[in-house]
């Protein structure tokens, strides 16, 4: 189970950090990600991260204002979001690939998750 706390409204420019604790069998998983969708398009990748080694992975259109980090021990895994721009604005997914490890080639492929969470919205004004 994934649970996902601290999407929000923001003004342009703002920040948010977006969290995403794991439970079960998700709390062991490898790769655990991040995904956005808003209304009317498709579900976009954001950020990535392997739990073991902490490499992580984004997206062109967050690089240089996302960060993808984790505690490890805990199994919460943070975005943080800084000089959010209303593109921004979406549900946002925490993913886990629970059991097996995905290629660096598809970690920032949604297909590669097999346990999402409900989804919190942040919202850019």
């Known amino acids: 189970q994934l649970v996902e706390s601290g999407g929000g409204s923001v003004q342009a420019g703002g920040s948010l950090r977006v969290s995403c604790a794991a439970f079960?069998?998700?709390?062991?998983?490898?790769?655990m990600g991040w995904f956005r969708q808003a209304p009317g398009k498709e579900r976009e990748r954001v950020a990535a991260?392997?739990?073991?080694?902490?490499?992580?992975y984004y997206a062109d259109s967050v690089k240089g204002r996302f960060t993808i980090s984790q505690d490890f021990l805990e199994n919460v895994v943070y975005l943080q979001m800084n000089n959010l721009k209303p593109s921004d604005t979406a549900m946002y997914y925490c993913?886990?690939?629970?059991?097996?490890?995905?290629?660096?080639?598809?970690?920032?492929?949604?297909?590669?998750?097999?346990?999402w969470g409900q989804g919190t919205q942040v919202t850019v004004s």
């Open positions: 079960g069998h998700t709390s062991s998983s490898k790769c």
């Open positions: 991260i392997y739990t073991r080694d902490g490499n992580t």
């Open positions: 993913a886990a690939a629970a059991g097996r490890e995905i290629p660096a080639a598809q970690i920032l492929s949604a297909k590669a998750y097999d346990a």
